[in-house]
């Protein structure tokens, strides 16, 4: 489940375009002001490249897709390059596609009661500015041209120790994720193409259960 854990990661600090930061503003205001702009952005979808690297076997992949997500908690991402899996979230489960291995993983959508501060942000209940330690730092992979934040959480996460953001130095839209995790590995995501609340169907947050595939369901307790 490294994948769905990276996705949520991402989806702990995905904000969309802000207004122009003053230059004289600190990281804590940087925070500020992407939960601010944060909470107008109802939904938004574009591409995005994932890379991760490191972790326990020393891997690195590179994979690449779009993204849809609507506020509080729906999304779905699709995996295309170099081969398609999905992950989908009706708000109430998460469904977790391998096509190639023709298995579906179902499990519970993040909700209040998870400790995770990802799975909080997700749920639309968490906050940046008030539940990160923000700082400024180069975030390698991130381009040039971007300003880069590492996030701390504030309350110890099981699985990441800090997520980071690179956002445009004009619009402040965030184009750049990545996050940490404690077994030394590194996911990052580059966002292109986002358009933000521009109005999508219900059913890109539907998922049907394709015919021959094996499923699998975890409950709110295996999680």
Do not use: C
């Amino acid at each position: 489940m490294g994948g769905m854990r990276s996705l949520l990661a991402a989806m702990a600090v995905l904000a969309l375009a802000l207004p122009s930061l003053a230059q004289s503003d600190g990281a804590s205001g940087l925070a500020e002001r992407v939960q601010a702009r944060y909470r107008t952005i109802r939904h938004f979808e574009g591409s995005f490249v994932q890379t991760y690297e490191g972790g326990v076997l020393r891997t690195k992949t590179t994979e690449s897709g779009t993204l849809a997500v609507r506020q509080p908690g729906l999304f779905r991402f699709v995996y295309t390059r170099p081969e398609r899996k999905e992950f989908v979230s009706d708000g109430t489960r998460v469904y977790t596609y391998l096509v190639a291995d023709k298995q579906v993983i179902v499990s519970p959508a993040p909700g209040p009661d998870d400790a995770t501060t990802p799975a909080l942000f997700l749920a639309g209940r968490a906050d940046i500015a008030r539940d990160f330690t923000a700082a400024f730092t180069d975030l390698p992979g991130a381009a040039q041209d971007l300003r880069t934040l590492k996030l701390v959480p504030r309350r110890p996460d099981p699985d990441y120790e800090w997520f980071g953001i690179g956002v445009d130095a004009r619009t402040l839209q965030i184009r750049y994720l990545v996050a940490a995790d404690r077994q030394g590995g590194r996911s990052a995501f580059s966002l292109s193409n986002l358009k933000e609340n521009e109005q999508l169907a219900d059913n890109t947050f539907r998922f049907r259960i394709p015919r021959g595939v094996d499923v699998v369901t975890h409950d709110a307790r295996s999680r």
